[in-house]
């Protein structure tokens, strides 16, 4: 083993004992004590170093029988290879290759946000109560969505996504 060392984690947890919380279609049996206590057993710190959560509900038949076409895998890879190279030709000169990889100073010089996004992400801060290592994860991801975009800058409704994939971990029982 190499340490430090960088890995992509990815966790999936249920919203509830039961898996139920927040269904439109069944009925949580729990009681929001035992909600609170089940999302509490992953710890505020944790969470915060985790930079995207999302909530996936639960996949309708209707869904699956489809024959209407979604965007696909081919087109969705070829975006993210854009995306890449976009990122890569970035920070090339520091030795990165990844928007992730960057620092709080690389992200004041490089990840110009347009005066919109930035009242946005002031506000999320003061409404949302975000700590301090949210600020550098939310416009590391805001910078990867506007590059998928094809966007120069982010804007206002990258950091929203990025916002709203970072703070989708909410308690079902409150």
Not at 74 to 86: C, D, G, L, P, S
Request: glycine share 4%.
């Amino acid at each position: 083993m190499t340490f430090p060392s960088s890995f992509i984690l990815i966790a999936a947890a249920n919203p509830c004992p039961c898996g139920y919380a927040g269904s439109p279609d069944k009925q949580c049996s729990c009681t929001p004590y035992e909600i609170k206590r089940y999302t509490q057993k992953i710890s505020g710190p944790l969470l915060d170093r985790i930079d995207i959560h999302i909530r996936v509900p639960q996949v309708k038949y209707e869904d699956l029988s489809a024959t209407r076409r979604a965007e696909s895998s081919a087109q969705i890879r070829q975006r993210v290879v854009a995306a890449r190279q976009v990122q890569q030709e970035r920070l090339q000169t520091y030795h990165l290759f990844c928007n992730a990889q960057m620092n709080h100073a690389l992200l004041q010089k490089l990840c110009v946000l347009e005066p919109r996004a930035r009242q946005l992400l002031e506000q999320a801060f003061k409404n949302l109560n975000l700590s301090a290592r949210s600020y550098d994860r939310i416009i590391k991801v805001a910078r990867t969505i506007a590059d998928l975009a094809g966007a120069k800058d982010i804007e206002a409704v990258h950091v929203g996504e990025a916002i709203q994939l970072r703070n989708d971990m909410g308690q079902f029982g409150e």
